[in-house]
T-cell receptor, first 115, second 117 residues
């Protein structure tokens, strides 16, 4: 149980394109989801906390207008990288806890490459 | 603010041997959770083990066990009978206990473990 699905797994697109990444909780409801960015051989950097029915909470230094987060239902959060540029190329991964104080379960991640 | 420190960037162990990964953390909280996550080359994040701070007994999951020293703020992971499939990046993580509210994880920098045949 407690499966988190992330799509797509790999995206390659041209500079200036906007890219949407989906994160779904398949067998539980998630009022909160988390979005991370990870550089090669580095730790996960929390970008924002996605809250169902309200605005996301962004970490310091993360551009809200660049990384748009929408959490319209209890099972789906989306991250849109707007007007992506090569420096946005990275591995993005989402997570959600199945309940309060429960361990977070992670999606398989999205490798984003901007040419 | 809470911080998590993993002082071993890389480690190597022979197959079937035992290895211990170190983790220390800094917090003023008394109620919290600690986790070890594993990230193999596939980059999938896999929960290895969880420890509640209010429990004195160290958590164990098959070949994986922790040494939780609350006063010292230390949370090491011991892997016994290491297997080739244990090769991965291991992250220590901290989460405050808000008594029911969902809270974020704070990760350490990771330890890259290589199990040698």
């Amino acid at each position: 149980g407690a499966v988190v699905s992330q799509h797509p797994s790999r995206v390659i697109c041209k500079s200036g394109t906007s890219v949407k990444i989906e994160c779904r909780s398949l067998d539980f409801q998630a009022t909160t989801m988390f979005w991370y960015r990870q550089f090669p051989k580095k730790s996960l950097m929390l970008m924002a906390t996605s809250n169902e029915g309200s605005k996301a909470t962004y970490e310091q230094g993360v551009e809200k207008d660049k990384f748009l987060i929408n959490h319209a239902s209890l099972t789906l959060s989306t991250l849109t990288v707007t007007s992506a540029h090569p420096e946005d190329s990275s591995f993005y991964i989402c997570s959600a806890p199945p309940g309060p104080n429960q361990p977070q379960h992670f999606g398989d991640g999205t490798r984003l490459s901007i040419l | 603010a809470q911080t998590v420190t993993q002082s071993q960037p890389e480690m190597s162990v022979q197959e079937a041997e035992t290895v211990t990964l170190s983790c220390t953390y800094d917090t003023s909280e008394s109620n919290y959770y600690l986790f070890w996550y594993k990230q193999p080359p596939s980059r999938q994040m896999i929960l290895v083990i969880r420890q509640e701070a209010y429990k004195q007994q160290n958590a164990t999951e098959n070949r994986f066990s922790v040494n939780f020293q609350k006063a010292a703020k230390s949370f090491s992971l011991k892997i016994s009978d290491s297997q080739l499939g244990d090769t991965a990046m291991y992250f220590c993580a901290f989460m405050k206990d808000y008594g029911g509210a969902t809270n974020k994880l704070i990760f350490g920098t990771g330890t890259l473990l290589a199990v040698q045949p």
